[in-house]
């Protein structure tokens, strides 16, 4: 006969249990409608989807050469209900191309002050699947906001990367509108 603190804990266990789900990150398209609160406790990458876009992406536009690293990490989605999430997490080094220098580097930035914070996967019309980046630029106030979204192309070999500019300016912006690093009319990137 079983002791009644074993039925305790096996009870507790499958309660627990039961309640707790595992979500794959591409069943999160365009909102988190699927997720219940109090139910899910993890977004998470288990068919590794998140790994093609993992890495450093390279392109030149505009004369300007960028290099996109992008990694993936696991955060807290909500905190009251415990939900933790995979993410990608993407910084940039932006050069001028006829001289070289340095336009703008966030490379060593904590993941946590990245520019471009991963949200969720997105469903366009005609472009497929995209994953959204949430992007707060070095002049955020003063219009460097928005969205970054990028979609795999060619075995995931390339990357094509947009910029979904919001142009909010704040009160805390005394400088006036700052131009946009990001390029607004979108860049193919290869993989290195």
């Known amino acids: 006969m079983k002791s009644p603190i074993y039925l305790v804990i096996v009870f507790i266990l499958t309660t627990i249990s039961c309640k707790a789900q595992i979500i794959p990150v591409e069943q999160v398209v365009n909102n988190f409608e699927n997720?219940?609160?109090?139910?899910?406790?993890?977004?998470?990458?288990?068919?590794?989807?998140?790994?093609?876009?993992?890495?450093?992406?390279?392109?030149?536009?505009?004369?300007?050469?960028?290099?996109?690293i992008i990694t993936e990490k696991t955060i807290v989605f909500d905190e009251q209900y415990n939900i933790d999430i995979d993410v990608l997490v993407m910084k940039y080094l932006i050069l001028d191309a006829s001289n070289f220098n340095v336009i703008e580097d966030t490379r060593s930035l904590p993941?946590?002050?990245?520019?471009?914070?991963?949200?969720?996967?997105?469903q366009f019309s005609g472009s497929g699947l995209s994953y959204e980046f949430y992007y707060s630029g070095e002049d955020y106030f003063c219009g460097q906001n928005g969205e970054v979204y990028v979609t795999l192309k060619n075995n995931n070999t390339q990357l094509f990367l947009s910029l979904g500019s919001n142009?909010?300016?704040?009160?805390?912006?005394?400088?006036?509108?700052?131009?946009?690093?990001?390029?607004?009319?979108?860049?193919?990137?290869?993989?290195?």
């Open 111 to 122: 993941d946590e002050n990245a520019p471009c914070q991963g949200v969720v996967f997105r």
């Open 35 to 68: 997720v219940e609160e109090g139910v899910t406790t993890y977004i998470k990458d288990v068919n590794h989807v998140l790994d093609d876009y993992v890495g450093t992406w390279t392109g030149n536009t505009n004369n300007k050469e960028y290099t996109f």
């Open 167 to 192: 142009h909010e300016k704040y009160s805390q912006c005394q400088t006036g509108w700052a131009n946009q690093v990001l390029p607004e009319n979108g860049i193919l990137l290869t993989k290195q």
